[in-house]
Structures are given as structure tokens and as C-alpha cells.
């Protein structure tokens, strides 16, 4: 909930335009909070796939296939984002769907 808090806010930094400390100081602010919030995401859904096996010898062979689905998310996310940014980079229509369609689209990912 809180990673797609904060990629949702992201495009809107720049609302402290005229003031460069303040901006730099909620970007820092916003990118340790992304950060740690994933984190804590990605060992929380780590501990119910483990909570999740029924039989204690199947441990190895669930975590291992967890562990290879968020391998392939990790590798298809970034190519997937950029295709989207570049996307809304180009298109040329007005806010929902410019530059802030990418962190919208995964900020409600995170968030449904």
C-alpha cells in the first residue's frame, strides 16, 4: 500500500519547482520510503508463500518458483515501464495520460 503511496506521488515533486532544497528533500524523502516499503513487501509476500506450503517437504519447491516469478517480474517490470514511459513521453495528450501515466498505472497496481 505505502510503495504505491509513493510512486503515485512521485510526478508531483516537482510542485516545489523554485525551491531546490525542499525538492531534493521530499525526493529523498519519497525514495527511502518507496524503497523501505518494498522491502518490507517483498519479505511479507516471502513469509505467507513459505506460511502457504502445506507439507514441509514442499518448502524448497515453493519458494523456489516464488522465488523465479519475482525474478521474471523483476526482468519484465523495467521493460514493460519503459515502453510506458516512453509511451507518455510521446504522445502528446494532455495530464492524465502524459508523464503521469506510468507512476499512476503502477502506483495502482501497488495499490489494487
Known sequence: LLVGAF????PFLNVFG???PLTVSFT???IVGRQ???SLSFV???MLVNNACPCAWQRGKINGFGQSLAAASRALGPTLGG???AWSLGNG???PLDFHFPFFL?????LG
Open 7 to 10: 510512486l503515485f506521488l512521485f
Open 18 to 20: 523554485s525551491s531546490f
Open 93 to 95: 495528450l494532455p495530464f
Open 36 to 38: 523501505l516499503a518494498a
Open 83 to 85: 515502453i510506458c514511459l
Open 106 to 110: 503502477v502506483g495502482c497496481l501497488f
Open 28 to 30: 529523498l524523502v519519497a
Open 44 to 46: 511479507s509476500v516471502m
